[in-house]
C-alpha cells in the first residue's frame, strides 16, 4: 500500500467513523462505498493527468532546445568554407541524382520537405545526410535523392 492509498483510506474510514458516531449505520456504509467509488475515479484521473504531462513536458522541452539551437547550427555551418566563397544551388527532383565537383572546405545545406540525401564521395561508400554536412574533401561528390515522392533543395558552399 503507497502513501496515496492509505491517505484515501484514512479519509473514508474517517468518513464511516464520524457517520457511525451519528447513529446512522446504513447512511455509513453507502458513504463508505461511494467514498471508494469517487476515490478510484479521481485517483484514475490524477493517472492520466500524470501520464499527460510525462509525455508532453519532455516534447516540450526538446522542442524548445531544437528552435533555439537550430538557427545557431546552420549559421555556423555556413561559415565553415570562410568569407570568400562560391555557392550553388541545385534542385533535385525523387530518385534523380547529380555529379557535383568540389576541392576544400564545402557545406551541403539540405531543404524541402523530406531534408534526407544520400552522398558518395569519390565513388566511396553511400552516406544519408540530414539537413547539413560538412566536408573537407576534393573530388567528385555525387547528390542522390532517394525520396520516391518528394523533391529537396541543395546549397552547395565551397571555398575559393
Not at 504531462?53 to 531544437?66: F, G, K, M, Q, V
Not at 570568400?84 to 576541392?103: A, C, D
Not at 545526410?129 to 529537396?152: A, H, M, P, Y
Request: glycine share 4%.
Amino acid at each position: 500500500m503507497n502513501s496515496n492509498e492509505s491517505i484515501k483510506v484514512d479519509l473514508s474510514m474517517i468518513n464511516f467513523i464520524w457517520l457511525c458516531w451519528a447513529k446512522n449505520r446504513i447512511e455509513a456504509e453507502n458513504v463508505f462505498a461511494t467514498d471508494n467509488h469517487i476515490s478510484y475515479h479521481a485517483s484514475s484521473i490524477m493517472m492520466i493527468v500524470t501520464l499527460v504531462l510525462l509525455l508532453t513536458l519532455p516534447l516540450i522541452t526538446l522542442s524548445s532546445l531544437w528552435l533555439r539551437y537550430y538557427r545557431k547550427i546552420m549559421i555556423e555551418a555556413l561559415s565553415f568554407p570562410g568569407t570568400t566563397y562560391t555557392e550553388n544551388s541545385i534542385h533535385l527532383m525523387p530518385s534523380q541524382s547529380v555529379n557535383v565537383q568540389v576541392k576544400g572546405k564545402c557545406v551541403l545545406v539540405v531543404s524541402g520537405v523530406s531534408s534526407w540525401i544520400t552522398i558518395r564521395i569519390n565513388g566511396g561508400p553511400r552516406q544519408r545526410v540530414f539537413k547539413v554536412r560538412l566536408l573537407n574533401v576534393t573530388g567528385n561528390l555525387e547528390i542522390i535523392n532517394e525520396s520516391k515522392v518528394f523533391q529537396v533543395s541543395i546549397i552547395i558552399r565551397c571555398e575559393s
